[in-house]
């Protein structure tokens, strides 16, 4: 099978390419470097990978890229952990509005043509940023309010243009909502503005590499957003790839939408203790509380038996094996200044 993934070189589109390449598949990856700048990956050695430089908003470069494509995978966009979402409100509103547009745009085309099979949207987990019911399953989405953040509410939309483009068009659709992704790979992005924590710049990114980078630099006691007891499910970029990969494979993915995550709820203060005794081991923890952000949900806990039946996927690296991959990569960026 051949698959175009947009936004290839980024965090989970590495981890994505890398996974079907695996599996055998050929892959064209599409990226333009804005978030983190030129990186050169692994995967530019496999024969079978493909990589354009360029923008997933121009759709003429996308219809050229799906003529001999079985399948695209949308995942190009602008986003980050929670302090970039609210910094950035509008901008990641309106430019994931105009990359999905995009590359619907380019899929319907290549539908009608009669090459590309499917485009499975990589959505995320905020669309149920206010959801009550836990674990939260497929389809609450459309019962519980709307999404309160303008990045929520936006990732919303995505879906519905996956339903959109069926209604009309007859485009097949696959939705995927990773939860929490944690793994290697993920710096600084280039457009993010100074945001302190104490003594200690975020990385603006997500809660792994920066509560990790704080403890790393010597903040005692470590400041956290809240009280420390949002809970989250921190799944491994690697799992994640597994997921998707199966959505793109399995036929009884069609037309279907499904959560990807571990089942392990974790939170914010025990993800940090677990983090000071790696880190600073023999040294008492202590933490205080900053005010949270305004839309830092206290709650994310999917139900993942969806998946697990239709596709055969589980999550299944623990959190402390992926903290032992996670690290090391965090002490070599804050060595070298890119968090």
Same mark, same amino acid.
């Given at each position: 099978? @051949? ?31 804005? %978030? ?19 923008? =997933? ?13 079985? *399948? ?32 619907? $745009?380019?899929?319907? =085309?290549?539908?009608?043509? &009669?090459?590309? %099979?499917? +485009? ?31 990045? &929520? ?8 243009? &996956? ?19 944690v793994g290697v790979g993920e710096r600084r992005a280039l457009c993010e503005r100074e945001v302190l924590s104490g003594n200690v710049r975020l990385a603006m990114s997500h809660v792994v590499p920066d509560l990790s980078q704080k403890i790393i630099k010597g903040q005692d006691p470590l400041?956290?957003?809240?009280? &420390? ?27 279907? $939408? ?15 203790? *677990?983090? /000071? ?12 509380? $900053? ?7 206290? @709650?994310?806990?999917? $139900? ?24 090391? /990569? ?8 890119? +968090?």
């Open positions: 099978m @051949k698959i175009l993934v947009t936004g290839a070189a980024g965090f989970i589109g590495g981890y994505l390419v890398e996974e079907l390449l695996w599996a055998g598949h050929e892959v064209v990856g599409l990226d333009n470097f804005s %978030k983190y700048g030129r990186l050169r990956q692994h995967s530019l050695d496999n024969p079978r990978y493909r990589f354009v430089e360029g923008d =997933a908003k121009d759709a003429p470069l996308l219809e050229e890229l799906l003529r001999d494509c079985d *399948q695209l995978v949308a995942a190009a966009a602008r986003i980050g952990g929670i302090s970039y979402f609210h910094e950035l409100a509008y901008d990641l509103l309106a430019e994931n509005e105009r990359l999905t547009a995009a590359v619907f $745009d380019a899929a319907i =085309a290549a539908h009608g043509r &009669g090459t590309l %099979k499917k +485009i499975n949207v990589i959505s995320s987990s905020m669309v149920f940023e206010n959801a009550s019911v836990w674990p939260t399953p497929e389809g609450e989405q459309r019962r519980c309010p709307p999404p309160s953040s303008t990045y &929520g509410f936006q990732e919303l939309a995505t879906e519905y243009f &996956g339903q959109g483009a069926w209604e009309q068009y007859r485009l097949p659709f696959t939705i995927i909502r990773p939860f929490n992704c400041r956290l957003l809240g009280d &420390g007891g949002q809970v989250r499910h921190y799944t491994y970029g690697a799992d994640l790839a597994v997921g998707i990969r199966l959505c793109i494979e399995r036929p009884e993915a069609l037309n279907e $939408d499904f959560n990807l995550s571990t089942a392990e709820s974790t939170t914010v203060l025990e993800l940090a203790e *677990q983090l /000071w005794r790696r880190l600073r081991p023999g040294v008492p923890f202590r933490f205080v509380s $900053d005010a949270p952000y305004r839309y830092d949900v206290q @709650k994310r806990a999917p $139900d993942v038996g969806k998946a697990e039946r239709m596709l055969g996927f589980r999550a299944s690296t623990p959190l402390g094996e992926i903290l032992d991959a996670v690290i090391p /990569w965090v002490q070599q960026q804050v060595h070298h200044g890119n +968090i």
